[in-house]
């Protein structure tokens, strides 16, 4: 299919939104310390000590982490950062070609690069395309994966926002799709911060009025859910903030704020 410019500049929050989901566990699953930086927000050391490693698996956790402190900062991702997570992810993919967290992270990294690139630039790229297939193909090895379906919820609400009916149409996007991967990232991880945050904040920054209801109840699950690292408490405090400004009634706030958060 021809690429148009009424998909263009669909995806970055969508692939954004993964950062929330990655999971520690899988990210290094034998280094106790990298796991304790990580979860304490200490995110560049941890990625200098993964690199010098540098298993597809250090890799791997080497580009989460920085991608990590770009997306729990205040200001826009640091390009250089950006950069450094694409290439860690790149090479854990040629020692691992099936890695999953290193196919999780090259999305987010392809996501978070297209944001300082002109829309269309971004588009012909093929980095939206190739976020949504790398998370496809984490589902098809593992369908447990609720990382990948949260990731997935996300861009199918983002293409709707974005590009409205006709992009939602030429990308094979929907409501119904993001509902039915939120259920089940949910059903498999339901005191997961991250799950409920982005896939509420989608909903919200799509259309809060029409989404109220359920903008509200999502929110209200990452709020009373257990923050379990740094990560998911900058995801929960964002959480309170939104719900927050819904509970205040100033719902054109409230959307406007959902737009600006990641």
């Known amino acids: 299919m021809r690429r148009s410019g009424v998909a263009s500049g669909l995806f970055p929050a969508a692939l954004a939104a993964l950062i929330a989901f990655a999971p520690i566990a899988s990210a290094h699953p034998t280094s106790a310390e990298l796991a304790g930086k990580f979860a304490r927000g200490e995110y560049l050391a941890a990625a200098s000590t993964a690199e010098t490693a540098a298993s597809a698996d250090d890799l791997a956790f080497a580009a989460r982490a920085l991608l990590a402190q770009c997306m729990t900062g205040n200001s826009e991702p640091d390009p250089d950062l950006v950069n450094r997570a694409l290439k860690d992810a790149e090479a854990a993919l040629k020692i691992d070609p099936g890695h999953e967290e ?24 093929g980095y939206g ?7 496809e193909g984490v589902l098809k090895s593992d369908p447990r994966n609720f990382y990948a ?15 409205g009916g006709m992009g939602a149409w030429m990308l094979g996007a929907s409501l119904d799709a993001a509902r039915k991967h939120y259920d089940s990232a949910r059903l498999l991880a339901p005191d997961d911060v991250g ?51 819904l509970q205040a009634g100033d719902r054109d706030a409230a959307q406007k704020l959902a737009r600006e958060l990641l």
């Open 102 to 125: 290193g196919r999780l992270q090259l999305a987010i990294a392809l996501s978070l690069k297209s944001r300082t690139m002109d829309a269309m630039a971004a588009w012909s790229a």
């Open 129 to 135: 395309e190739k976020g949504k297939k790398l998370a």
């Open 149 to 163: 379906h949260g990731f997935l919820a996300v861009w199918n609400v983002e293409v709707e926002r974005r590009g």
């Open 195 to 245: 799950v409920h945050w982005q896939y509420a904040r989608a909903l919200a920054a799509l259309d809060l009025n029409r989404h109220w209801n359920e903008v509200s109840t999502v929110l209200s699950r990452a709020v009373a859910a257990v923050a379990a690292d740094h990560v998911e408490q900058v995801m929960q405090a964002r959480a309170e903030h939104l719900l927050g400004a």
